[in-house]
């Protein structure tokens, strides 16, 4: 992802069309399968996915703004995130029901995965100060 892009948009590079439903791919981070997406959103600058992890860890959901997206391979119904499993694993808690139409919640989800590239300073995770 490119510095100052927003997460919440989908990345130009990602293959993405808009109107197509993701739900059903499977989700595969940069070092492994991690679930399927239940749920998707595709309005403007608002997008991400709902993640069904399934037993990987516990059958908990997780959610991944679009930006996060690198690549979607739709021959095998696969979505790439930029992201390890770790990092996601340790994103903040998502309850789907609770924290969905949350702002607040959304706001932290996205200074987590971070408006900057994967690992700079400041950027989430892995690039933390």
């Known amino acids: 992802m490119s ?4 997460v919440w948009g989908h990345r130009p590079e990602s293959g993405h069309t808009a109107g ?6 499977k989700v595969d981070a940069t070092d492994g ?18 993640v069904d992890t399934g037993v990987w860890i516990f059958g908990k959901h997780v959610l991944l703004p679009a930006g996060t997206i690198s690549r979607i391979d739709t021959e095998n119904k696969v979505v ?13 808690e998502f309850d789907k029901d609770k924290h969905l139409d949350d702002h607040e919640h959304r706001t ?13 300073p400041g950027a989430g995770p892995a690039g933390t100060l």
């Open 3 to 6: 510095t100052g892009a927003n």
């Open 20 to 25: 197509t439903s993701l739900v059903g791919y």
């Open 33 to 50: 399968h991690i679930g399927k997406v239940d749920k998707h959103n595709d309005d403007v600058d608002a997008s991400y996915l709902v």
């Open 80 to 92: 790439h995130v930029s992201r390890t499993k770790e990092e996601i694993k340790n994103s903040p």
């Open 108 to 120: 932290r989800i996205g200074d987590y995965y971070g408006n900057t590239a994967p690992g700079a």
